[in-house]
């Protein structure tokens, strides 16, 4: 594909047969404000969580990605209902490819097979084209989990297996395991973006790409800093919470570290006529080829709309090379 505006074509996930657009939607804001990691979120109403997901398929995504733990299967119920109302509707895209993902903590390898009908069921009965495991600490080894996610392929229950969380060795060591049922780990979901590198110094990009597993992005945009409003009016800071604020890097040295990338972004989203945000989705998807999905979430129909112009254009070589340059001094 050629640098400058172009429409984002489908990749292959891992080596996988599963073909997905470089951005899908991440659903964990569809959790209904239920349980531990759904009260992150405001309840969103049904009509709200059609728009967003009829704007984001309509407009380019192919698949969604959403987990048990959201709302204890309340965004999977959420995205079920809405994906049967765009069907009523004869939508063409009413069928995307969906991912998610089992709750590990405190469970044992059992729990992948015991709670799999649990999950189609909140799903409305669709196939699952990704199953994950969440995170890698649970009372069951590695091995364990894998042999139970590839009986689960090899019932038809699920189509492919990814993890989250995994770190390099981690991953190579499940992606060894599941060679042994035939089986390939199609992907690895973890905290990647222009202000979080960490699996570029850790190895787990090194390792993704010579296994030929993909790496999906969660939390792209690092909680909103890439969009560069906290550096435009740092007044809106002061809504989110003092813990969050310094992990996230809106603390004061944070802020201060971060500014001359954002300045790049806000440069280069006047060239392409687009927004800071969606230079920092369209850098995440290309620079390192197609190794690299993203999952940025939506709560508003507008951030939407945002998430899928990020897939209208490409930037340049150069200027893939020079936001990489730039994101280096800005990390922690």
């Not at 979080?196 to 597993?213: F, H």
Request: hydrophobic share 40%.
């Amino acid at each position: 594909m050629e640098s400058g505006r172009a429409t984002a074509g489908l990749r292959p996930l891992g080596q996988s047969a599963l073909l997905v657009s470089p951005l899908g939607l991440g659903c964990w804001q569809f959790s209904r404000g239920k349980g531990i990691v759904g009260k992150y979120w405001s309840n969103l109403e049904d009509a709200d969580i059609l728009e967003i997901v009829r704007v984001s398929l309509e407009g380019g995504m192919n698949w969604v990605d959403t987990a048990e733990i959201y709302g204890g299967g309340k965004s999977e119920e959420a995205l079920a209902h809405v994906l049967d109302q765009l069907k009523r509707e004869n939508s063409p895209h009413a069928t995307p490819l969906i991912a998610t993902k089992w709750w590990p903590l405190f469970r044992t390898a059992n729990s992948i097979t015991s709670t799999i009908d649990e999950r189609i069921r909140s799903l409305g009965g669709r196939d699952i084209d990704l199953y994950q495991i969440h995170q890698p600490f649970s009372l069951s080894s590695i091995a364990s989990e894998m042999k139970a996610m590839a009986g689960l392929v090899q019932t038809g229950k699920i189509r492919n297996i990814g993890v989250s969380n995994y770190s390099a060795k981690q991953m190579t060591e499940a992606h060894r395991l599941l060679r042994q049922y035939g089986l390939n780990l199609v992907s690895n979901q973890v905290k990647y973006n222009l202000l979080d590198r960490k699996i570029d110094r850790n190895g787990t990009m090194a390792a993704a790409k010579e296994l030929g597993i993909s790496i999906i992005a969660y939390s792209p945009l690092q909680q909103g800093i890439l969009t560069g409003r906290f550096h435009q009016d740092p007044a809106q800071i002061q809504a989110i919470s003092r813990m969050r604020r310094m992990q996230s890097g809106l603390d004061e040295k944070g802020l201060a570290r971060s500014k001359p990338l954002i300045e790049s972004l806000k440069g280069l989203a006047v060239k392409y006529g687009v927004t800071p945000g969606q230079i920092a989705l369209n850098w995440l998807i290309y620079y390192n080829g197609d190794t690299v999905v993203a999952i940025p979430g939506a709560s508003k129909v507008r951030h939407a709309q945002e998430n899928i112009g990020a897939m209208s254009f490409r930037l340049e070589q150069d200027e893939l090379e020079h936001l990489n340059e730039v994101s280096w001094s800005a990390q922690k």
